[in-house]
Nanobody, 125 residues
Framework: HVQLVESGGGSVQPGGSLRVACEAS????????MAWFRQAPGKGREGVAT???????TYADSVKGRFTISLNNDKNTVYLQMNKLEPEDTALYYC????????????????????WGRGTQVTVS
């Protein structure tokens, strides 16, 4: 039974930092492309960052240079380090696992991911 559990969200002032984590169980996190998405109230789910099977990373333009995605295979955990946070980063952050564009689709498409966590709230104000 595949399960993704996010943690580490919270409230922070603009310019601050947070690290969110996603612990995977039921499979090895290195078997899938992993990604972080976010969804703000009244908006669609947006791809933030992804790390693929080759451990290559890709970021949305809006977070490039501020966020870092990383993978700890020993802990089966994916992290998203968020620095220089802005009010526009406020959202519910979701972890996802799947093909993530590995076979030619777009990593930002929610259809590329088979498994999702329930999300962790990040508020910047």
């Amino acid at each position: 039974h595949v399960q993704l559990v996010e943690s580490g969200g919270g409230s922070v002032q603009p310019g601050g930092s947070l690290r969110v984590a996603c612990e995977a169980s039921g499979y090895a996190s290195s078997s899938y492309c992993m990604a972080w998405f976010r969804q703000a109230p009244g908006k669609g789910r947006e791809g933030v960052a992804t790390i693929d099977r080759d451990v290559d990373t890709t970021y949305a333009d809006s977070v490039k240079g501020r966020f870092t995605i990383s993978l700890n295979n020993d802990k089966n955990t994916v992290y998203l380090q968020m620095n220089k946070l802005e009010p526009e980063d406020t959202a519910l952050y979701y972890c996802a696992a799947g093909n993530g564009g590995w076979f030619g689709g777009s990593w930002t498409s929610v259809a590329e991911y088979d498994y999702w966590g329930r999300g962790t709230q990040v508020t910047v104000s």
